[in-house]
């Protein structure tokens, strides 16, 4: 009796066994295609983060260009500001020798121009 019940507790073991194996095969395949799949996405990946880096290095280079394009032309603009000035001094003086007043509203004109500009640019850098 001992020897049946062994020999139905090896059977039900090996039907065990049998009825795991396949379970057991398809984890093992289904691990395999994970791994490919993050290695591809591992290769997929690399490339791409190396070019966002570059671009935003780019982007940064470019910022800091422009600010400093920005801050040259502020300095223009206010060296001109100042010539205008100059020049709309000078032209005051020579209408009181002549019919200047053409070039006198000219130059006040181009004067409040230049104001106006220089007042926009400080406004547009106080946005940044």
């Known amino acids: 009796m001992l020897q049946v019940a ?3 507790a090896s059977l039900a073991f090996l039907a065990l066994v049998i009825a795991v194996i ?3 095969l398809q984890v093992a395949r289904t691990a ?3 791994e490919q799949t993050l290695a591809s996405v ?3 990946v690399k490339p791409l983060t190396t070019q966002i880096q570059a671009l ?3 982007h940064r280079t470019l910022a800091q260009q422009a600010t400093k394009d920005l801050r040259q032309i ?3 603009a206010l060296m001109a500001q100042d010539v205008l ?3 709309t001094n000078l032209t005051s003086l020579l209408a009181g020798f002549g019919t200047v007043g053409r070039v006198v509203g000219v130059a006040r004109g181009l004067q409040k121009g230049i104001d106006v500009f220089v007042h926009r640019l400080a406004r547009h850098r106080g946005k940044e």
């Open 42 to 44: 591992d290769r997929e």
């Open 74 to 76: 502020e300095g223009i």
């Open 85 to 87: 000035a100059r020049v």
């Open 6 to 8: 062994a020999l139905i």
């Open 32 to 34: 395999r295609a994970a």
């Open 22 to 24: 396949p379970a057991l």
């Open 56 to 58: 935003l290095q780019e």
